[in-house]
């Protein structure tokens, strides 16, 4: 090759493709917003020449994110709108990452993370993306409460009465009905040599045992029931849209099992039967409620676990060691500062959810429809939601569990903030300031049960708001927070007329002042003895 001259490489169609697919991943707007991170593309499959919808996920903070793409059910008007109901925060798309990874591959996951983070709204909204607007996830939670049948599956008395349903629910979730079922489920269990049908005939016989036992109805029918694991492996969406049980065709579907910290042994020893090969979910789970039989897990099934950490919140235990073994473990920290000011923003510039159509009462300015304004109190909110954050960490006297912020305080305020206004009795116009105090007082500082934290931080909101402490330069002048929302408050408040008056007449004013500033000067120029005469006469002759 000549010297000076470079091998060009010409890239593939595949390298040219990943490359766009990146950049809208990656792509921003003219204020540094976040854009990408979720794409829709539709495309045809080469092998069956179909055209398919996929969507493309990664995480756009990442100077070379890695991106997953999955089929979806879902249209692109349903993911743009999605999209605009996830707040783009650096958490958010770890969590959603972490989704698409895990799914594609059929691993479960488990995301241990304080409430704010978002785990159960991020889990229903990827059911959204893959399936489209409104389809949540089969949801169980976790208590000491919880019922292992609920999980996996349990037999159920056919009631002709009422008052026959109320005494067979009292017997079935007593301590002593529930063992001597699981009793039953072992007893078939350990019976290898029979046949389904035989073990089915046993179990009918040992529960018309337990009822009569009981001293109820003997002849009781009854029927099987599957609980969200089974559920969840042989869902099937049929073409209406809806979703119906296949033990056959079911393709399954997506569960969420909630604050699995919480679980009891039983459930725990249920949850195992999910463990797969090589880290993935089982294909197949055996029920011995049923007599050994076994559903088939379908190519969508897939679970999440999720949990609060048990070093912040009482009551829940460290996930069971061989649980963790069979997901993929993923730990959360709070939400950063940034994160935190990026969802005060979008809450309070009302990009989440519908804006009124009409004013609503109550409402004295309709500061939904000035971002201006909002921007401003996001600054406010989001500084007074870290600070108090930062103090409950420290403990809080009189409880003994911290009871956490989470975004929903903030959106609560933003929500109240539309109608529920303060007006000022010598303008008429709204007090922003005094309206701000009072719903952050109920909202935040009303939950406190330590009095001294809370005057704390009533005099910490009033700094925040009115004094040196939150004072920021705006429009060239250092001013307090309530100067500024007085300012803007003002003038979303005047007509369109009325506004370009008041701009008349500033500009007005400020002429004036630049001309008796210049005036002064002149003065000061013809006092001046080092001056010639000549110059001064020249000056005399200036006019302003």
């Known amino acids: 090759m000549p010297e000076g001259f470079e091998k060009i490489r010409f890239k593939s169609p595949e390298e040219i493709k990943e490359e766009k697919i990146e950049r809208k991943i990656k792509e921003r707007g003219p204020e540094g917003e976040i854009l990408g ?53 650096k958490e958010s798309f770890e969590i959603l990452e972490a989704m698409a990874r895990t799914y594609k591959h059929r691993q479960p996951l488990l995301i241990e993370g ?19 607007r409104g389809v949540k996830p089969l949801d169980f939670y976790c208590s000491g409460q919880t019922d292992v ?51 089915l005939t046993l179990i009918h016989t ?45 393709t399954g579907f997506t569960l969420h099992i909630e604050e699995v910290g919480l679980a009891e042994p039983q459930v725990i020893n249920a949850l195992l039967k999910l463990r797969g090969k090589r880290g993935q979910l089982a294909e197949e789970i055996q029920l011995w409620e049923n007599g050994g ?6 190519p969508k099934f897939w679970a999440i676990f999720s949990t609060n950490p048990p070093e912040e919140y009482l009551a829940r235990n460290e996930v069971d060691p061989a649980l963790a073994r069979g997901v993929v473990f993923k730990r959360m920290a709070e939400l950063s500062e940034e994160s935190l000011h990026l969802a005060a923003d979008y809450y309070f510039t009302y990009k989440l959810g519908k804006k009124p159509e009409e004013k609503p009462e109550g409402c004295i300015l309709d500061i939904y429809n000035h971002p201006e304004i909002g921007k401003e109190i996001a600054k406010v909110v989001g500084a007074f939601h870290n600070d108090l954050n930062e103090e409950l960490k420290k403990g809080e006297k009189g409880r003994q569990q911290r009871i956490p912020l989470t975004l929903d305080d903030m959106a609560r305020v933003a929500d109240a903030l539309i109608d529920t206004q303060i007006r000022d009795r010598e303008t008429g116009r ?15 500082l009303d939950r406190l049960a330590d009095e001294e934290l809370k005057e704390i931080m009533k005099t910490n909101l009033k700094e925040l708001l009115e004094g040196d402490t939150g004072k920021i330069e705006f429009e060239g002048k250092v001013r307090t927070r309530k100067e500024i929302f007085d300012i803007l408050v003002e003038r979303a408040s005047m007509s369109k007329e009325e506004l370009e008056e008041k701009k008349r007449q500033q500009k007005e004013r400020e002429l004036r002042q ?31």
């Open 37 to 89: 991170g979720i794409i829709f593309e539709e495309e045809v499959d080469p092998k069956t020449q179909e055209k398919k919808r996929y969507i493309y996920i990664g995480n756009p903070y990442e100077e070379r994110p890695i991106i997953t793409k999955l089929e979806t059910e879902a249209s692109r008007e349903d993911i743009e709108t999605i999209k605009k109901e996830i707040i783009p925060m």
């Open 114 to 132: 304080p409430t704010a983070i978002g785990k159960t709204y991020l889990a229903d909204k990827f059911t959204e993306l893959r399936y489209g």
């Open 149 to 199: 049948s609920e999980l996996m599956a349990k037999w159920v008395p056919k009631v002709e009465t009422e008052e026959e349903k109320r005494k067979w629910n009292e017997f079935l979730e007593s301590a002593e009905a529930q063992m001597e079922i699981s009793k039953i489920a072992q007893e078939v269990e350990e019976k290898e040599k029979l046949s389904q049908e035989q073990k």
């Open 206 to 250: 040992r529960l018309r045992e337990l009822a009569k036992s009981a001293g109820l109805a003997e002849k009781t029918q009854w029927r099987f029931q599957y609980g969200v694991v089974p559920k969840a492996m042989g869902l099937i969406r049929n073409p209406d849209g809806t979703f119906s049980f296949d033990e056959q065709r079911g």
């Open 293 to 298: 039989k076994k559903v088939k897990a379908g």
């Open 430 to 444: 709204l007090d922003l300031t005094n309206t701000l105090k009072k719903l952050i007082h109920f909202y935040y």
């Open 514 to 544: 630049a001309r008796f500033a210049a005036q002064d000067t002149l003065q000061s120029l013809l006092e001046n003895p080092n001056i010639p005469e000549s110059i001064k006469e020249k000056i005399k002759n200036i006019q302003l």
